[in-house]
């Protein structure tokens, strides 16, 4: 458990400002701001980490496993859960079905309209400026969210808005990119500068260039129409300038680096220490507690004495999330620090097809010499993937979109497994499933490979750097293999799978490289429209078209 000082949730609830809905009265529920400085940090936090629930489960689910990183199977039934997640593994997601990954659009939401309440009740003058630039930083960044993954959003800016009560519509993507963008060039000077134990985990001027620069490189899929089947990821983008400058504003600032050892800066003791993390979800189990991981990545059984871990688990486990053997074989480098968060075979063994399961030590995180049993049988993980089939059965047992592997030894140990975010199973056990892990939204490392991406595609090269030096410059910190010449935009989307398992990118790179409609897990197998290109904005939950009713459903949905 980490010592850290939050605001305390009875304190949190109390100032919480309810509003979830877009049909809501957006004016201030005060007629002076509170003076209590207390009451004042209580708003604040609220805003800043109005994503925090959101991202600690459901958001993973949605992000995770709609991309090529994971599978969401079954278990004769068990965490089928309406084919929630299964559907969205298999790029069918329902708004219905899926209702409560897609939901988390209403926490996002959320975090813009409490960002309002405190824009509206302390005012943006210059004397107050400290304050709302970041809070303005946090409000654009989670619009970001909203356009990032379901294209048209309404710009909830209470200035804009006005005294109306009329139902506010959806703005185009491009245009919202474009106030995104405005927003954060017009608040990025007035961002605290500063990086420590104080400003972790809350918008800074660095985090709104990382900000910048994800906006940047994504311009061609946010200004354009990236639904239609003739959009084009490798047409010219007019933002590649731009990118490459924010990326060299943090790069030059000299506050971040790769210094930090791969598997430690993702443990349950990470924190404001982690030189490469410019901005970061906080999590404890005990304080600020949602962040549930390991729940759904350890394997079924995983939780039992001489299980996955070195400590039982009084807390049972999911397993329902596996990785896809197609993303597994990332995992090739030989000596890449980045194949110990993996629970399968990698580096010179990657084409093992089977991997024989120790238990892991609680404290490092790292593989122990005691064998992962259950029921007196040695656990050993298979790379693929096999459904539930047995045509002997009567009725015969053949597989299904409900993506079921059965009931039993084989079919819990099927895929393999990420430990990337490690939970501290003391904490897990006595607070309800939850972590200490921290998760980063923006890193140095991403800053490192958008600017190599940038000059790739066309952008001028700065600083001395070519596209092979700061390619290397991830490959040496995480003693991988240098290259020897530049690297192809393949390379790039290869290594940004490597780098950032389990950080929520992976489907924004996809899609941004043209690869998301590329024939992995069974989404091919069990959806013939998986190759859709308006797939690659999500769907409305169901909550949310029935609150905002002048709504449409995204098309193809």
Same mark, same amino acid.
């Given at each position: 458990?980490?010592?850290?000082?939050?605001?305390?949730?009875?304190?949190?609830?109390?100032?919480?400002?309810?509003?979830?809905?877009?049909?809501?009265?957006?004016?201030?529920?005060?007629?002076?701001?509170?003076?209590?400085?207390?009451?004042?940090?209580?708003?604040?936090?609220?805003?800043?980490?109005?994503?925090?629930?959101?991202?600690?489960?459901?958001?993973? $689910? =949605?992000?995770?496993?709609?991309? +090529?990183?994971?599978?969401? %199977? /079954?278990? &004769?039934?068990?965490?089928?859960?309406?084919?929630?997640?299964?559907?969205?593994?298999?790029?069918?997601?329902?708004?219905?079905?899926?209702?409560?990954?897609?939901?988390?659009?209403?926490?996002?939401?959320?975090?813009?309209?409490?960002?309002?309440?405190?824009?509206?009740?302390?005012?943006?003058?210059?004397?107050?400026?400290?304050?709302?630039?970041?809070?303005?930083?946090?409000?654009?960044?989670?619009?970001?969210?909203?356009?990032?993954?379901?294209?048209?959003?309404?710009?909830?800016?209470?200035?804009?808005?006005?005294?109306?009560?009329?139902?506010?519509?959806?703005?185009?993507?491009?245009?919202?990119?474009?106030?995104?963008?405005? $927003? =954060?060039?017009?608040?990025?000077? +007035?961002?605290?500068?500063? %990086? /420590?134990? &104080?400003?972790?985990?809350?918008?800074?001027?660095?985090?709104?260039?990382?900000?910048?620069?994800?906006?940047?490189?994504?311009?061609?899929?946010?200004?354009?129409?990236?639904?239609?089947?003739?959009?084009?990821?490798?047409?010219?983008?007019?933002?590649?300038?731009?990118?490459?400058?924010?990326?060299?504003?943090?790069?030059?600032?000299?506050?971040?680096?790769?210094?930090?050892?791969?598997?430690?800066?993702?443990m349950y003791t990470n924190g404001s220490q982690i030189k490469d993390f410019i901005y970061a979800m906080p999590f404890d189990a005990v304080t600020a507690g949602g962040m549930t991981?390991?729940?759904?990545?350890?394997?079924?059984?995983?939780?039992?004495?001489?299980?996955?871990?070195?400590?039982?688990?009084?807390?049972? %486990?999911?397993?329902?999330?596996?990785?896809?053997?197609?993303?597994?074989?990332?995992?090739?480098?030989?000596?890449?620090?980045?194949?110990?968060?993996?629970?399968?075979?990698?580096?010179?063994?990657?084409?093992?097809?089977?991997?024989?399961?120790?238990?892991?030590?609680?404290?490092?995180?790292?593989?122990?010499?005691?064998?992962?049993?259950?029921?007196?049988?040695?656990?050993?993980?298979?790379?693929?993937?096999?459904?539930?089939?047995?045509?002997?059965?009567?009725?015969?047992?053949?597989?299904?979109?409900?993506?079921?592997?059965?009931?039993?030894?084989?079919?819990?140990?099927?895929?393999?497994?990420?430990?990337?975010?490690?939970?501290?199973?003391?904490?897990?056990?006595?607070?309800?499933?939850?972590?200490?892990?921290? %998760?980063?939204?923006?890193?140095?490392?991403?800053?490192?490979?958008?600017?190599?991406?940038?000059?790739?595609?066309?952008?001028?090269a700065t600083l001395g750097d070519t596209p092979m030096s700061l390619f290397n410059e991830i490959r040496a910190y995480v003693n991988a293999p240098l290259i020897e010449s530049n690297?192809?935009?393949?390379?790039?989307?290869?290594?940004?799978?490597?780098?950032?398992?389990?950080?929520?990118?992976?489907?924004?790179?996809?899609?941004?490289?043209?690869?998301?409609?590329?024939?992995?897990?069974?989404?091919?197998?069990?959806?013939?429209?998986?190759?859709?290109?308006?797939?690659?904005?999500?769907?409305?939950?169901?909550?949310?078209?029935?609150?905002?009713?002048?709504?449409?459903?995204?098309?193809?949905?």
């Open positions: 458990m980490k010592t850290r000082y939050f605001i305390s949730a009875a304190l949190l609830a109390l100032t919480t400002v309810g509003c979830t809905d877009l049909d809501v009265d957006i004016k201030s529920q005060y007629t002076e701001y509170p003076n209590s400085e207390i009451a004042l940090s209580a708003r604040i936090n609220n805003a800043y980490y109005a994503f925090r629930g959101a991202l600690g489960r459901r958001y993973d $689910e =949605l992000i995770s496993c709609n991309s +090529d990183e994971y599978t969401a %199977v /079954s278990f &004769d039934g068990d965490y089928l859960n309406g084919r929630d997640m299964s559907n969205i593994s298999l790029h069918m997601v329902d708004a219905d079905a899926s209702n409560s990954q897609l939901a988390v659009y209403n926490d996002i939401q959320a975090g813009i309209v409490n960002s309002n309440q405190i824009l509206m009740d302390l005012g943006e003058g210059e004397e107050n400026v400290s304050v709302t630039a970041p809070i303005r930083a946090v409000r654009a960044f989670y619009t970001f969210l909203l356009m990032d993954n379901w294209g048209d959003t309404p710009i909830i800016d209470y200035k804009v808005l006005g005294d109306s009560n009329a139902a506010i519509d959806r703005s185009p993507r491009a245009d919202v990119a474009r106030w995104i963008e405005s $927003e =954060l060039l017009a608040v990025r000077d +007035d961002c605290p500068s500063e %990086v /420590s134990e &104080d400003t972790y985990g809350t918008p800074t001027c660095w985090m709104v260039d990382a900000l910048l620069a994800k906006l940047y490189i994504n311009w061609n899929v946010y200004t354009k129409d990236v639904t239609s089947a003739d959009w084009n990821a490798n047409a010219d983008n007019e933002k590649l300038a731009d990118c490459i400058a924010a990326c060299d504003r943090v790069i030059e600032s000299g506050k971040f680096d790769l210094s930090d050892d791969y598997k430690a800066k993702f991981y390991a729940r759904f990545r350890t394997w079924r059984r995983g939780q039992n004495s001489n299980g996955f871990y070195s400590i039982e688990m009084t807390n049972s %486990v999911g397993g329902n999330m596996t990785l896809t053997p197609e993303f597994v074989e990332l995992f090739c480098l030989p000596g890449d620090r980045r194949n110990d968060v993996i629970a399968g075979n990698t580096g010179e063994n990657i084409g093992m097809t089977t991997f024989d399961v120790y238990q892991y030590d609680n404290t490092t995180g790292m593989p122990t010499d005691v064998r992962n049993t259950y029921n007196g049988q040695d656990v050993t993980f298979s790379k693929s993937i096999t459904l539930k089939n047995d045509p002997t059965a009567n009725p015969p047992v053949v597989p299904n979109a409900d993506l079921n592997c059965g009931a039993d030894m084989t079919g819990w140990t099927q895929g393999y497994r990420s430990i990337k975010f490690f939970p501290d199973i003391n904490d897990y056990n006595v607070y309800s499933r939850n972590q200490d892990n921290d %998760v980063p939204i923006f890193r140095y490392a991403d800053i490192i490979l958008m600017k190599c991406e940038a000059i790739t595609r066309g952008g001028s690297p192809s935009l393949q390379d790039i989307l290869d290594e940004r799978g490597r780098e950032f398992l389990d950080e929520h990118w992976r489907r924004n790179d996809l899609i941004r490289f043209g690869d998301f409609e590329r024939d992995w897990g069974f989404k091919n197998d069990f959806n013939p429209n998986a190759s859709n290109p308006q797939y690659r904005l999500l769907p409305l939950a169901r909550d949310v078209l029935n609150a905002n009713t002048n709504w449409s459903q995204n098309p193809g949905y």
